[in-house]
């Protein structure tokens, strides 16, 4: 009924997640795996549509190696979920109702708004830190619709994935291919969910890197008529709280990425010219990049 896609980098991994699969999953499965640790990697929106192409259900689980999935009969989960609502073009575990303009990554940030969907463990092997249950439910039910999920795991239809496949001509690293194929469901009238009924554990915690940055700033230009876009009501005034909040947070992430002052600067300057931000908040932002650049010189 399932077929699972994974692009995978650590043969000890893959079996495990392998092993793991095959323990809970509860229905009739295929893993189609692809060894992308060589020196020629694929990036992973072409590896999932190779994979889209080679599977023979009709259910496609996408997801990384560095998972435990700890549901029991999750598939029969995924089956239901698809069975109750035919219009669903992703399912995840974890996502935002709201996705900004401002470059980002799948989340965005609100002070009166519940807006984050999700409930995994997250581990951290490179900080050291005890693990993290994330579980945000914003309501009563254990299903809620979203804008976009974290690519750690999803599943879609295959016949969607075949005919509105991940823009592989676009994005050929390993960043922004979940934010995209989200955006890509909805504007093809399909909707993206997360279920909270399904309890995984993800062992890298990931990073941001200038590579993530440059495919962000890419999926933001193609997208940049569609964004913002939301399906949630918002308080009036809450998409410019939540925007001012998107671009601290970019700012904040490019001075740990190792951007300069000039860098922020430009990028700016740039999100001006497209219209993204007024004369006022191109100037507010610049100011807050200045004072995290310079905080981040003090640290150094």
């Known amino acids: 009924m399932i077929s699972v896609i994974i692009a995978s980098v650590d043969e000890k991994r893959l079996q495990d997640v392998k092993n793991n699969i095959e323990e809970t999953i509860g229905v009739e499965y295929e893993i189609i795996s692809f060894n992308n640790g060589g020196t020629d990697k694929l990036g992973l929106c072409e590896v999932y549509n190779d994979g889209a192409k080679a599977a023979k259900y009709n259910l496609l689980c996408f997801m990384h190696e560095d998972i435990s999935i700890k549901t029991q009969n999750w598939g029969l989960e995924v089956v239901n979920c698809f069975k109750k609502n035919p219009k669903i073009g992703v399912l995840g575990i974890a996502g935002s109702a709201y996705k900004s303009a401002a470059p980002s990554g799948w989340f965005a940030e609100s002070h009166h708004t519940n807006l984050l969907y999700c409930n995994y463990i997250q581990s951290f092997k490179n900080k050291g830190e005890e693990s993290v249950h994330y579980l945000e439910k914003g309501g009563k039910s254990d299903i809620a619709q979203a804008v976009c999920v974290d690519g750690m795991w999803f599943c879609s239809q295959r016949e969607i994935a075949i005919k509105h496949p991940f823009d592989q001509n676009l994005l050929k690293g390993f960043h922004g291919y979940d934010i995209d194929f989200c955006l890509n469901v909805i504007q093809n009238g399909y909707e ?29 230009d193609k997208w940049a008529n569609f964004l913002p876009v939301a399906v949630i009501e918002l308080p009036d005034g809450e998409r410019n709280l939540i925007e ?17 002052f000039k860098d922020l600067k430009l990028f700016l300057k740039v999100q001006k010219v497209k219209g993204n931000l007024s004369n006022g908040s191109f100037l507010k932002y610049l100011y807050y990049g200045f004072k995290y650049s310079g905080s981040n010189q003090k640290k150094a």
């Open 192 to 220: 993206v969910m997360v279920s909270l009924n399904i309890l995984m554990e993800h062992f890298s915690e990931g990073g941001y890197s200038k590579s993530w940055f440059e495919d962000t700033l890419k999926l933001h």
């Open 244 to 260: 001012k909040s998107g671009y601290k947070w970019i700012l904040k992430k490019m001075v740990s990425m190792g951007y300069s």
